[in-house]
């Protein structure tokens, strides 16, 4: 059994942490692994977690501009011909489904691959979200370091990891519930079928990148941002190779809780 746990924790280590384009992805040890898959809570943007309010929106740079989802919206994503709903939950991760149902709406996604499957030792998740891998030339060394450029900036957008306390009125911001000190579990939980943000090391570096649970993976709350479910298709995610791709995503419904910045 420590084995098979040894197992899962590097394989975290390399799909979680090479999620996110900071370019200093490093695969965690089993000594640093654990429960928190080997993630330090250390940021350059944030010193102190950070409850989101109209008073404390410009406490992480960039935060205000970020779009936002104010209520619930379902996304349909189609693989192979064949329909994956989620709902996007904007009550309790406003910015973070704000940022998929957003990038959903640019047709970011249409034609990405999943350029992570894991099944083994053990079902894990499947990823995909990265920009890159609509080129078929990109190698495969490279897909799970990209992220989406934003037009109007030509920089990366990222959002802060979002994670909302039980009780909580609002959500904490920048740290994992372990490095602020929150012993509660969080609202959106790795539940089977969860649709969360993959990053690296630096709490606020997701971007794009998401990934879909193929199991319960209670190990990770606190430490990922869930902003979302898989209410139909789960049979069609177990199903997933990698390198298969998203044919199309749409929002069937509240893109009009969608707010952006004017």
């Known amino acids: 059994m420590r084995l098979r746990f040894l197992l899962v924790c590097l394989i975290v280590g390399a799909l979680i942490l090479g999620g996110c384009s900071t370019g200093q992805i ?3 040890s089993p000594t640093t692994a654990g429960s928190e898959a080997g993630i330090t809570a250390t940021t350059a943007t944030t010193t102190e ?4 309010s109209q008073s404390t929106t ?3 740079p960039g935060m205000k501009d970020l779009p936002r989802l104010e209520g619930k919206a379902t996304v349909v994503l189609t693989v192979k011909g064949s329909p994956i709903t989620i709902e996007v939950d904007g009550t309790n991760a406003p910015i973070t489904a704000g940022n998929f ?3 959903v709406q640019k047709g970011v996604y249409d034609g990405l691959a999943f350029h992570r499957v894991v ?5 894990f998740v499947v990823q995909g979200g990265d920009p890159q891998s609509k080129d078929t030339k990109v190698p495969a060394s490279r897909l799970g370091t990209g992220g989406f450029i934003d037009q109007k900036t030509g920089k990366e957008r990222y959002v802060p990891l979002e994670i ?3 009780g909580s009125d609002t959500p904490i911001y920048g740290k994992t519930f372990e490095s602020a000190g929150i012993n509660k579990p969080p609202v959106l939980q790795h539940k089977l079928g969860a649709v969360a943000m993959a990053r690296s090391q630096m709490p606020d570096s997701a971007s794009s ?3 879909i649970t193929l199991a319960e993976q209670s190990f990770l709350d606190g430490n990922y941002a869930v902003f979302g479910n898989v209410t139909e298709g789960m049979d069609v995610v177990n199903k997933i190779q ?3 791709r998203i044919d199309s995503a749409k929002v069937t419904k509240g893109a009009e809780n969608l707010k952006t910045a004017s």
Not at 119 to 123: N, V
């Open 26 to 28: 490093t695969s965690t």
């Open 49 to 52: 977690a950070t409850s989101v």
């Open 58 to 60: 410009e406490s992480i």
């Open 101 to 103: 149902v957003d990038l």
């Open 119 to 123: 099944r083994q030792p053990q079902p």
């Open 164 to 166: 909302k306390p039980q």
């Open 209 to 211: 990148q998401f990934y």
């Open 242 to 244: 990698q390198g298969d």
